[in-house]
Each structure stands twice: as C-alpha cells, then as structure tokens.
T-cell receptor
Framework: DAGVTQSPTHLIKTRGQQVTLRCSPK?????VSWYQQALGQGPQFIFQYYEEEERQRGNFPDRFSGHQFPNYSSELNVNALLLGDSALYLC???????????FGNGTRLTVT | GQQLNQSPQSMFIQEGEDVSMNCTSSSIFNTWLWYKQDPGEGPVLLIALYKAGELTSNGRLTAQFGITRKDSFLNISASIPSDVGIYFC??????????????FGKGTLLTVNP
C-alpha cells in the first residue's frame, strides 16, 4: 500500500523561474493538500484540492497555484520564484470526510 | 489567524527518561493530531484525539485532548534513541469536508542521549 509520493525530492531553481512539483496521494485518498515548511518551522497550509477544484486556500500569493487530476494526483506550481520560496514542500492526502492527514516526504526547493 | 504555542522548543534528555510536551492556543479545536518528523522526511502521524478530555496511547506515547479544547499534551515514556526527531502538534477546525483546516505548532526538537 503506497503512501503519499512526491517528485522530485530535491530541486534547485533560479530567482524568477517557475517550478512544478508533483504528488500522488495515498491509495484510497481523494483529497490533497499542499504545505510549505520553512527551516525550523511547522508546515504552513497552502491549499487543498478535492474533485479537481481548489476548495480552500491559505495565506499564499497567486504565484502559488495548483491542479488536481482525475486520478487524484496533484501538482503545485510556483511562478516568479523568490529566494524566500526556498523550503520543503509537503503534499498530504486524506479521504474526504476523514480527519487524519498523511504526508509525503516532501520536495526540497532551493531558490538561488 | 489561529496560532499554536508549542513548548518546549527543544529538549535534551537521557535514554530511559520520560518526556512531556504540550500545545496551547487561544482558539478551540475539534481534533488534535500529533506528528513526528525525522530529518529529510515528512511528518508521520502518531496519535489522533477527537474528543475533549480524551486520553489515547500508542505504545510508549500518550496524548490528551484538553478539557477546554484549547490545549493538548504528548508524553513519551522510557525514551530510546530512535525517539529523536521533531514533534509537531496540529489542531483541526472545520470538519472532514472542504472546511478542513489544520494548524501546526512550531515543533519540539527532541534529542536523546544514549
């Protein structure tokens, strides 16, 4: 039973570039959320997707966008990268109606 | 927005000792989750608490959902070296639908000296 899988594991980008991160939810899960975790901090909620629509959004600018596909997998896109976007990006999934969230191992994004 | 105050920020203990950490907030939560994160990995769910006053165990871990619904604590008994990591509390508002909102504390870094 595969858990939440994310790709790539590490990524280095230059300021101003765009990046796409990918996530496959845990088997049986249909709701995907994305979190940003800066060094030494707890995860911060970016947005949540269900039925291919963004259902809820945290306090992140429009440069952060996402998508959910019919197979429940998801992408996080960040445009016009800033140095401050360097962080661990975590994908998490659950079944709609469930209260426990399961995380992948994240993508470490470094912006230079 | 909602904030969780997690303490202590870090702990350095000897193997075999018991550990206690807690989270407090000015906001009410309807579910508390405790996670552990190892270096280079994502958070792993340890314990989920669903009702005020609930006390739940998972092996050497015990967690409680505060009566006021504004706090929770996690205890680890007889610590071992593999307990090393960062422990996060997370409070949930909303339900299991689109209003699901999970807020995390800043974490407690636990170091266990063999």
């Amino acid at each position: 039973d595969a858990g939440v899988t994310q790709s790539p594991t590490h990524l280095i980008k230059t300021r101003g570039q765009q990046v796409t991160l990918r996530c496959s939810p845990k088997s049986g899960h249909d709701t995907v959320s994305w979190y940003q975790q800066a060094l030494g901090q707890g995860p911060q909620f970016i947005f949540q997707y269900y039925e291919e629509e963004e259902r809820q959004r945290g306090n992140f600018p429009d440069r952060f966008s996402g998508h959910q596909f019919p197979n429940y997998s998801s992408e996080l896109n960040v445009n016009a990268l800033l140095l401050g976007d360097s962080a661990l990006y975590l994908c998490a999934s659950r079944s709609q109606g469930a209260l426990t969230l399961h995380f992948g191992n994240g993508t470490r994004l470094t912006v230079t | 927005g909602q904030q969780l105050n997690q303490s202590p920020q870090s702990m350095f203990i000897q193997e075999g000792e018991d550990v206690s950490m807690n989270c407090t907030s000015s906001s009410i939560f309807n579910t508390w989750l405790w996670y552990k994160q190892d270096p280079g990995e994502g958070p792993v769910l340890l314990i989920a608490l669903y009702k005020a006053g609930e006390l739940t165990s998972n092996g050497r871990l015990t967690a409680q959902f505060g009566i006021t619904r504004k706090d929770s604590f996690l205890n680890i008994s007889a610590s071992i070296p593999s307990d090393v990591g960062i422990y996060f509390c997370a409070g949930l508002t909303g339900g299991g639908g689109s209003n699901y909102k999970l807020t995390f504390g800043k974490g407690t870094l636990l170091t266990v000296n063999p």
